[in-house]
């Protein structure tokens, strides 16, 4: 019989102030970007238009593309690339009545509300939503915008009804724990189920006035209804003092503020997002644009910033070419760690639990956005997509 020298009963009583660790993951798809666009120019052809102007400036610079990606993959990475945007050029669309929107007299922000309000709708009764759709509301700054926000709310959610699947309402220059626990308070008195994502660009949202963080207090106002934390490049480094030669996205400014969203978010079921960059592809800037946003996400995706903003129907030329790439550029390496961890054979690489569920997790973001289908995962890892699912939703 195994001996022991401690009583089980004093354990128990040591032991019993403690509980489990909780560890909440993210449900479902997360789209690889949010494209923001003005209420007034969102129509019922928006989503296919973005798509179709998108196709129009690869098929206009397909040398410029090519110059970004690896040789060997550039020719099927650009066919995969002409493939989504034909199917599926807007994963996250977010009718944007904040910045991009501006003040008009309160009737004309009344009516596209409404509008767009329809608008959605009819693509929910068509069924042709893209997978997220929602708005971004106006913040919680002064009563004036306060007030607008929440009647601008009011008129679109009165105008669509029932919310569809994957809709999502943008709350942003989130300055205080009130801020988040007023709105959710606003959202209660609708009556249904709404989640909101927090648009982390102020100061504030970083470190409170007490010198703590504030976002794990902001998720905890939240009361479960905070799906995403979105980062807000040109607001947050204006409020650090950069000047405006500084206010990118690879400034380190920028990195601490992303590394604080990682870490509070990180086993709270909470997304996060990357922002956005304002070296739009258009004119004779198309190549430049192309490389500057290209770069911006790659460097995103390597620091597991899987989803930023696009403001231009053109970036996503470079934003599924950069996902893409990103993928297919690790999918044998990455297959043979998975495989030797599911088949519990050795190598030169010993894997623990919480890389294979990163490898699996992995694999399921390349599937949804297109960069593998199920055929090309099952043949590199032999791991079909439950499987996967299963090993990425494992408890570590």
């Given amino acids: 019989m195994v001996r022991t020298s401690l009583d089980a009963v004093a354990v128990q009583a040591a032991t019993a102030r403690l509980s489990d660790v909780e560890r909440v993951l993210p449900d479902g798809r997360q789209p690889v970007h949010t494209c923001y666009v003005p209420a007034s120019k969102v129509t019922?052809?928006?989503?296919?238009?973005?798509?179709?102007?998108?196709?129009?400036?690869?098929?206009?610079?397909?040398?410029?593309?090519?110059?970004?990606?690896?040789?060997?993959?550039?020719?099927?990475?650009?066919?995969?690339?002409?493939?989504?945007?034909?199917?599926?050029?807007?994963?996250?669309?977010?009718?944007?009545?904040?910045?991009?929107?501006?003040?008009p007299d309160d009737a004309v922000e009344d009516a596209d509300a409404e509008r767009t309000a329809r608008v959605v709708a009819g693509w929910r009764d068509d069924g042709v939503l893209p997978p997220y759709v929602g708005l971004r509301m106006k913040s919680f700054d002064t009563r004036a915008l306060r007030d607008r926000g929440i009647r601008t709310l009011d008129v679109f959610l009165t105008a669509l009804g029932d919310p569809p699947p994957g809709f999502v309402i943008t709350f942003p220059k989130v300055t205080s724990v009130d801020q988040v626990e007023v709105f959710g308070e606003v959202l209660d008195l609708f009556g249904i189920p709404l989640r909101f994502e927090i648009q982390v660009e102020t100061t504030q949202s970083i470190v409170d006035p007490g010198g703590g963080l504030a976002i794990p207090r902001f998720l905890a106002a939240g009361r479960g209804r905070v799906s995403g934390l979105h980062f807000g490049t040109y607001d947050y480094t204006a409020g650090c003092g950069l000047g405006a030669a500084h206010q990118h996205l690879a400034h380190g400014a920028c990195d601490f503020a992303r590394n604080v969203m990682q870490v509070s978010a990180a086993n709270a079921g909470v997304r996060v997002s990357d922002g956005s960059t304002n070296v739009l592809p258009?004119?004779?800037?198309?190549?430049?644009?192309?490389?500057?946003?290209?770069?911006?996400?790659?460097?995103?995706?390597?620091?597991?910033?899987?989803?930023?903003?696009?403001?231009?129907?053109?970036?996503?030329?470079?934003?599924?070419?950069?996902?893409?790439?990103?993928?297919?550029?690790?999918?044998?390496?990455?297959?043979?760690?998975?495989?030797?961890?599911?088949?519990?054979?050795?190598?030169?690489?010993?894997?623990?639990?919480?890389?294979?569920?990163?490898?699996?997790?992995?694999?399921?973001?390349?599937?949804?956005?297109?960069?593998?289908?199920?055929?090309?995962?099952?043949?590199?890892?032999?791991?079909?997509?439950?499987?996967?699912?299963?090993?990425?939703?494992?408890?570590?």
């Fill in 44 to 103: 019922e052809g928006v989503v296919r238009d973005w798509g179709a102007q998108a196709l129009a400036a690869l098929e206009e610079h397909p040398d410029a593309l090519a110059a970004l990606l690896p040789e060997d993959l550039a020719p099927g990475i650009a066919d995969r690339v002409r493939a989504k945007l034909a199917a599926e050029p807007v994963e996250d669309l977010r009718i944007d009545f904040e910045d991009g929107y501006g003040a």
């Fill in 282 to 396: 258009v004119g004779d800037a198309v190549a430049e644009g192309w490389r500057t946003h290209y770069g911006l996400v790659r460097r995103s995706l390597a620091h597991g910033f899987y989803q930023g903003w696009d403001l231009h129907p053109a970036q996503l030329v470079t934003r599924y070419a950069a996902v893409h790439a990103f993928y297919l550029e690790g999918v044998e390496a990455d297959a043979r760690r998975l495989k030797a961890y599911v088949d519990r054979a050795g190598g030169t690489v010993l894997d623990e639990p919480a890389t294979a569920q990163a490898l699996s997790s992995s694999f399921l973001r390349a599937l949804d956005c297109g960069a593998l289908d199920e055929a090309e995962v099952l043949r590199v890892t032999g791991v079909g997509v439950e499987a996967l699912r299963g090993l990425a939703s494992r408890a570590v």
